[in-house]
Nanobody
Framework: VQLQASGGGLVQAGESLRIDCLAS???????????MGWFRQAPGKEREFVAS????????NYADSVKGRFTISRDYGKKMVSLEMSSLKPEDTAVYYC??????????????WGQGTQVTVSS
């Protein structure tokens, strides 16, 4: 399974942005039975949990810092997971990584990782 994140960019504080993660590969259909998540890592900081969604999209979890501003979703037909980000703050600036294989808040629980997409929020 390969994960390809896209949609990052430079925005101003208060604006919105959506990032997507497209899954592909010979065993990609197996992802329909697993959770997926988004993590981020800012320079000099550890990777942190942002949001996750269960295999059937019935459960969605968010970090307290993004709750109410970010929304995670998945499209089974397109084999894609997305993160809608609104009311962005400078502290949201980071490289965002999508991951598959779990819906845990612990990054070590995930089997597959995308290459990351940069999100920069200017004040």
């Amino acid at each position: 399974v390969q994960l390809q994140a896209s949609g990052g960019g430079l925005v101003q504080a208060g604006e919105s942005l959506r990032i997507d993660c497209l899954a592909s590969g010979r065993t990609v259909n197996s992802l329909s039975r697993t959770g997926m998540g988004w993590f981020r890592q800012a320079p000099g900081k550890e990777r942190e949990f942002v949001a996750s969604i269960s295999w059937n999209a019935a459960a969605r979890n968010y970090a307290d810092s993004v709750k109410g501003r970010f929304t995670i979703s998945r499209d089974y037909g397109k084999k894609m997971v997305s993160l809608e980000m609104s009311s962005l703050k400078p502290e949201d600036t980071a490289v965002y990584y999508c991951a598959a294989g779990s819906s845990s808040r612990n990054w070590k629980a995930y089997n597959y990782w995308g290459q990351g997409t940069q999100v920069t929020v200017s004040s």
